[in-house]
């Protein structure tokens, strides 16, 4: 059903289900002789069983998405992958999530990705609202994407420092709408701050007809951010919303998911990708 097992499976389980999809990539069939361009041929018997023998790769035409007809398996694998994911995050909390796909690139990446894509929605835009984290690859996947980052400093509340939501919405009045790529938010970071106010983001991004991106690189884990999300949904707008698989998942290797409630807007930034 594509849904996250009850009882999880154990690692031999595991490993017969890729090797029965692997032999279902045409790089594993009896008699291929992988001749002509991008056959899924291996030099090293170690990168092969590294692998899993699922050589290929995932996607067509640099449409991540598009499911490859010389990988089925591998194809499999990614629909099946996206397919679970999506369930955990809405048993995460985020329960009325549309899409999601996981993407090769870490965080940052991935959110530069998702300003790109809004760039064809709003082509006049130029500027990015982000409250402020002291945190550098967020701040540097606005700029890889062109944009200008226009810093609000948070305020401090007791211990904490929160999001300023009148700066936000007097920020937005002073550039434009139509200025504003998108309001770029952050439900975790290093203390003393806290989660960014995203019901209060999410009305104002839906008064005044402006897309909104959430960092939710840590946020998988953690019910109170993944409740944040799903509100700030709820009562206004959330575009999509970003995600670690290292922090949230334990994988060793940089990946992300990348969220919405839109499924056609989540199709367009997967589109989006080059690869």
Known sequence: KGKCPEDGWDESTIELFLHELAIMDSNNFLGNCGVGEREGRVA????ARRHYRLIHGIGRSGDISAVQPKAAGSSLLNKLTNSIVLDIIKLSGVRTATNCFVVPMATGMSLTLCFLTLRHKRPKAKYIIWPRIDQKSCFKSMITAGFEPVVIENVLEGDELRTDVEAVEAKIKALGAENVLCVHSTTSCFAPRVPDRLEEL???CANYDIPHIVNNAYGVQSSKCMHLIQQGARVGRI??????LDKNFMVPVGGAIIAGFNESFIQEISKMYPG
Not at 44 to 47: A, C, E, P, R, T
Not at 239 to 244: E, G, L, N, T
């Open 44 to 47: 090293s018997g170690l990168v």
């Open 202 to 204: 999410a009305v104002i």
């Open 239 to 244: 575009d999509a919303f970003v995600q670690s």
